[in-house]
């Protein structure tokens, strides 16, 4: 079992950076993937950045991609992700999931999520 806890995201300018983290509890974490997804309003909920249990593999979305970094560390129990150049279409919640499968990039392949964060991004 692995429960997850995402930081608090916030209200940023574009242009602007800010890093989400997400808490992990459980000793399955180091050998799990880690994945980041969003939903905005109205809308599906979309992934974003998937790494693997070692830190080897990464993977990302288009729109985020050059911008995002997906990042763990599994002595701490921690993933991050850290966004640099937000745009306003980077407003959504952003939500933390683990599960045992490589790398999956769809929600469904997830069995394991935090709360959810919301991140803002307006001038």
């Known amino acids: 079992q692995v429960q997850l806890v995402e930081s608090r995201g916030g209200l940023v300018q574009p242009g602007d950076s800010l890093r989400l983290s997400c808490a992990a509890s459980g000793r399955t974490f180091s050998s799990y993937t880690m994945a980041w997804f969003r939903q905005a309003p109205g809308k599906e909920r979309d992934f974003v950045a998937t790494?693997?249990?070692?830190?080897?593999?990464?993977y990302y979305a288009d729109s985020v991609k050059g911008r995002f970094t997906i990042s763990r560390d599994n002595a701490k129990n921690l993933g991050y992700l850290q966004m640099d150049s937000l745009k306003p279409d980077d407003t959504a919640v952003y939500y933390c999931?683990?599960?045992?499968?490589?790398?999956?990039?769809?929600?469904?392949?997830?069995?394991?999520w935090g709360q959810g964060t919301q991140v803002t991004v307006s001038s």
């Open positions: 790494i693997s249990w070692n830190g080897v593999r990464t």
């Open positions: 999931a683990s599960d045992h499968s490589y790398v999956p990039q769809t929600p469904e392949d997830y069995h394991y």
